[in-house]
């Protein structure tokens, strides 16, 4: 017996794959450091752990109300307007199990079998995996390293062509590219030409650098706000990935289709969550600021250690914490793609580092600077050795 024909086209999650390889040698005694996470390496704000403690205490461990509390869904309202410019009512929100839930409802509620979604590349792993479970599929649009990584918008105007959504990630994980205000505005007179859905996931927006702001799309180009979802979660900001908290943003036709597949799928997210999520966006912030502090100094260390490495080309990030640096110079002859790259550094100097390949981008490989300075320092010294010794011709110092 074969599994669903769907899942034939389905390939795992990379990341969640090398954290798993780097955790089992890790147990079998080998030095292993992981720069492969996508997580804050800090402890949740200590307001929404006590919310936590209150909620199991206080019996909130029951069924919620699908979409979450009515509760959280104002805090996450007043939150929007507060940091965002954006207006929604607390019946336009759907909480969910993750801003990856978050997706898949709004993937579930938009797009029908054979539907075309529009993903700018390098993208985040799960947007063009999550079409494909829904049955649409995913057009992928390369972007340039040399743009910055944002398409060419005369490009875009030309994938968007019978498209019924198109997809939009600033900060963006992998390549920590951020959109100015100005971009943001030149992509909407482009997006309103066409006739589709736009799904905007903010979940890296309080992770900018060197004076970056983040924008919301439907705050900068008004007229974009009623066929927009906007995503966003607490995993990141809030260093709250294991309490799976998301949310989403949306007319509200969209977010009660949302609310109806989630009523099929998980119900509510875990009440306790709920709790601890409306506590962490009521606080005054001081924790993300000084995870904030942390991500800046750390984006430096890595940003300075590898334009120290030669034949290495990097787009400075501007948000979220990964750099994407390209290593197409040692590629094609000892190690055949990045994939083989990432294998024999983790094997040979214990540094687990993913694949651009993963992100629709085999020439990169990225770095998660999600961990403390001093497994930083460590492995960058590692990277720096290994790539120094398997140096490119012209490329060794
Ligand atoms: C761009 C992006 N969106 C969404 C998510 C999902 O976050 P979560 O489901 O933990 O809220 C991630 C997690 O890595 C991400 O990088």
């Known amino acids: ?19 798993q390889k780097a955790a089992q040698l890790k147990e079998s005694g080998r030095d292993v450091i992981s720069l492969g996470a996508g997580e804050p390496d800090f402890d949740t704000p200590i307001p929404a752990r006590e919310a936590a403690h209150a909620a199991i205490n206080g019996g909130k461990t029951h069924y919620t109300p699908c979409p979450g509390e009515k509760s959280l869904r104002s805090v996450i309202a007043a939150k929007l307007r507060r940091d965002n410019g954006l207006d929604y009512d607390a019946a336009e929100i759907v909480v969910s199990n ?11 509620a938009l797009l029908d079998p054979g539907d075309i979604a529009v993903i700018p590349s390098p993208y985040w792993v799960t947007y063009p995996e999550a079409v494909r479970l829904v049955g649409a599929t995913p057009r992928l649009l390369p ?49 309103l030409r066409h006739d589709c859905w736009i799904v905007t ?15 919301s799309l439907p705050a900068v180009v008004k007229q974009l706000r009623d066929r927009t979802v906007v995503v966003n979660g607490l995993s990141k900001a809030y260093a709250m990935t ?14 009660e289709a949302m609310d109806l597949v989630q009523s099929h799928t998980t119900s509510n997210a875990c009440s306790i969550s709920q709790h601890a999520a409306q506590a962490a966006l009521e606080c005054d912030g001081r924790e993300t600021g000084l995870m ?8 430096r260390l890595v940003i300075d250690a590898l334009k120290g490495v030669r034949g290495l080309t990097l787009v400075p990030p501007q948000g979220a914490f990964y750099v994407f640096p390209d290593v197409s110079a040692w590629l094609g002859g000892k190690f055949a793609d990045a994939t083989a790259l990432c294998d024999r550094l983790l094997d040979e100097v214990g540094v687990a580092a993913v694949s651009g390949a993963a992100f629709g981008d085999p020439r990169c490989i990225r770095l998660s600077y999600a961990t403390s300075d001093e497994l930083l320092r460590e492995a960058l010294a590692r990277v720096g050795r290994f790539l120094t010794k398997h140096a490119p011709a012209g490329a060794a110092s």
Not at 98 to 108: D, E, I, V
Not at 170 to 186: D, K, L, M, Q
């Open 1 to 19: 017996m074969n599994v669903a024909k769907r899942l034939l086209q389905i390939t795992p999650s990379a990341p969640l794959a090398l954290m």
């Open 98 to 108: 993750g801003a990856k839930q978050s997706l898949y409802n709004a993937f579930m």
């Open 143 to 191: 972007t340039a390293a040399a743009r910055g990584f944002k398409p060419d918008l005369l490009e875009l105007d030309v994938a968007l062509r019978g498209a019924r959504l198109f997809v939009f990630n600033s900060p963006c994980n992998p390549t920590g590219a951020v959109w100015t205000r100005a971009e943001i505005e030149a992509l909407g007179q482009v997006l």
């Open 201 to 215: 996931d903010e979940i890296y927006e309080k992770l900018v650098f060197d004076g970056a702001t983040h924008h």
């Open 242 to 255: 294991g309490w799976r908290m998301g949310y989403a943003a949306a007319p509200r036709q969209v977010a």
């Open 292 to 299: 904030l502090d942390a991500f800046a100094r750390r984006r």
